[in-house]
């Protein structure tokens, strides 16, 4: 590591092991040769257990919104409803229209949660088709009742059930086929722990029904491409053959862990963020019930200079907390406890924050 | 290196090498920070100046189909004219019209160049607004001639000029603004020999402008998003970090090496590949006068069996050439000399295969 290595501890990109990168250094082989068919497959069984879905796994070379605005693409023909909780799900309403398609919104006030009867109010007026929800909304730090949502989503099975989970795949357990998910989308920069550069999604038979009846997919982001070739254990493009090497060391790693224990440690990392931030005087940002397990979003409530904390940790503690996102910088602050952290570099961290907390 | 490294002769992706690897295994930046600013703004007159261009150049986390897609998504108003000699550019012809867009051909059979009077009779009718080109068609090894057909361009100057340089950027000197190139692309894995994962392209003022009249461009790969984070030295999203290490190594590294000596380099390297071609009694498979630099395809017109000479490469001396491609597979074979490799590891590898040519 060199000198001015600033550990992150932002709720994404995250810190990335020189382990990691060390298995993304592999030689190149060529993405249409037996090598790289067989590290795909390999990776297949270890990633639909992981997401509990016995749906096909893609692997798209781009970041999290490429699949986003895929989904809405590939899935929408009458209508679609965003479920808008955040800046990244508000944004997606946006882009759902800037792809042509007839688009609608569930807005509520950042730091509260999608409720499934807002869904359900919507969805029985029989305009949608499709909907977006982010299970985890990386700027406000709530986590939406997914479990709950679903189980109103298993009404409307002609609606195609779109699900964001970038900041809490493999931090939380998300049962894909349980909840009757069509895709179930992430990239890598977040509790994967790996470099940004690759998305992962899990897409449903019904889905790929869908796609095949809706015109303008294009190809880069089509889902039949993808299924095509993964039946051929292959991507539709060339794929970044680093970050699919990285995954399957980080599949590896966590089979070893083992899921249960890696859920136990980012729930006890979420709890002692909490608990510190409480003990200090600190709110969370989130409506109380709703806060998000990967990352803690605090509410500035002791209106302290959090541009000035950012920087007192960054130049003692070389580590990076993030200063609020959007229209709530300065007012809230976030830490992510994500990916390869522990409960001991948390507590570490958090210890360097009350530090520099009394220099404010 | 690990025992089972297999070294790349392929045309893309190519081989690797340890510093590059080392120079994109940097501790992960916020992509919305200065230190990823800088490392994008320290890259732009770098890239400026190997592309002989003053347009910005943005960086695309997607292989270059994604972007191939995207400039016919973004320009094309009218009806767009795909020039088709070979696997990839007869594919771009099915793309642009998967993407909703009015779309026509030129079609020359394959090792066929596209030549300046074609686009000509074609354009003349006045019913395009936009023109794909490949360079460096890498199915076939045909190097299409960029400079006449840019005369030819320059008489309509509505039609959107989109070149395709995947194979020969880095490789082969092309004075985009000279020739008036309102889109060039590549992916990193060919010439620049990076890994995949990652489209640089370069976007004329009047492509922009011409963009924001075109609706459905979407978000991942709008033209206007990446300008608008461009002057911020920033991507639209989140940017697969690891590949921008590696391409300011790369452009620092050329730099070092200077551009005319890599250019005589990489033609040198050509050269001597197809006078081994020849004095062996083979023939190339591209017409002759439109051999690619930075690849060569040979026609197997000894009727050698390919697949035999692959495997023995392999198994021997733990080399990789293709063995042809789709309609061409088997009838010819392709060998990549382009990014780091040097006229000695070319040699080496003709010598190789003189050896195991014996033994078919």
């Not at 781009?62 to 944004?91: H, I, P, Q, Y």
């Not at 070893?256 to 136990?264: I, P, Q, V, Y």
């Amino acid at each position: 590591m060199n000198q001015s290595h600033i550990k992150l501890f932002i709720p994404g990109p995250v810190e990335v092991s020189p382990e990691t990168f060390c298995a993304m250094s592999q030689p190149m082989i060529g993405h249409r040769g037996s090598g790289f068919q067989d590290l795909y497959a390999s990776i297949q069984p270890q990633l639909r257990k992981l997401l509990f879905t016995q749906n096909p796994i893609f692997l798209s070379t781009s970041s999290a919104w490429g699949v986003m605005e895929a989904a809405v693409r590939n899935l929408t023909s009458k209508k679609v409803l965003n479920c808008c909780c955040g800046a990244f799900s508000d944004k997606w309403f946006d882009v759902s229209k800037r792809c042509g398609k007839e688009a609608d919104q569930i807005k509520v006030e950042w730091g509260q949660p999608i409720l499934p009867e807002m869904i359900d109010a919507k969805l029985k007026t029989g305009q949608f088709d499709a909907l977006t929800l982010i299970h985890n909304e990386t700027s406000t730090g709530v986590m939406n009742p997914l479990a709950d949502i679903a189980a109103v989503m298993k009404k409307y099975p002609d609606v195609m059930f779109i699900v964001d989970c970038v900041s809490s795949m493999t931090g939380v357990k998300i049962e894909t086929d349980a909840l009757g998910i069509d895709v179930l989308l992430a990239g890598t920069q977040k509790a994967w722990a790996l470099p940004p550069g690759l998305a992962i999604f899990a897409v449903s038979d019904r889905a790929l029904q869908r796609a095949a009846t809706v015109p303008g997919r294009g190809y880069y982001f089509d889902f039949l491409e993808f299924k095509s070739n993964h039946d051929k254990n292959m991507t539709p493009s060339t794929p970044s053959i680093p970050h699919i090497y990285g995954l399957k060391f980080k599949l590896d790693q966590i089979e070893k862990e083992g899921f249960e224990n890696r859920l136990a440690r980012h729930l006890k990392m979420a709890t002692i963020t909490r608990d510190w931030a409480k003990s200090r005087g600190f709110e969370m940002f989130p409506k109380a019930g709703y806060e998000a397990i990967t990352l803690s979003c605090v509410k500035n409530n002791k209106n302290i200079d959090v541009a000035k904390l950012q920087k007192a940790l960054k130049d003692k503690y070389k580590v990076l907390i993030d200063g609020g996102y959007g229209q709530i910088k300065g007012k809230s602050f976030r830490i992510g406890h994500m990916g390869d952290e522990t409960p001991a570099t948390v507590t570490e961290l958090l210890g360097q924050i009350d530090d520099c907390l009394k220099t404010l």
